[in-house]
């Protein structure tokens, strides 16, 4: 599966989050294309990410910098150095 990720960095949180079939890889390539040079041309300051995984549960553990707020992973860092 991939999904699609429109990411303010400001705001801290998603815009767009969008998920195409492995089949759909050209269509999402095209999308991500779009959307960077809409966000380009608009001057914002946003990321467009394409990510694979076998389901949307694993973006959310590999990538939680999107999904979770800075206080949550900090305190997620510091329970895990503490173990």
Do not use: G, N, P, W
């Not at 300051?45 to 590999?62: G, P």
């Amino acid at each position: 599966m991939i999904f699609l990720i429109e990411f303010d960095r400001a705001a801290h949180r998603i815009l767009r989050f969008e998920h195409f079939d492995d089949a759909q890889r050209e269509v999402a390539v095209k999308r991500r294309l779009a959307l960077e040079i809409e966000t380009a041309t608009a001057k914002l300051d946003h990321e467009v990410v394409l990510l694979e995984a076998a389901d949307e549960k694993q973006i959310r553990q590999t990538h939680r910098r999107y999904f979770k707020s800075v206080e949550d992973l900090v305190a997620d860092f510091d329970e895990a150095e503490a173990k």
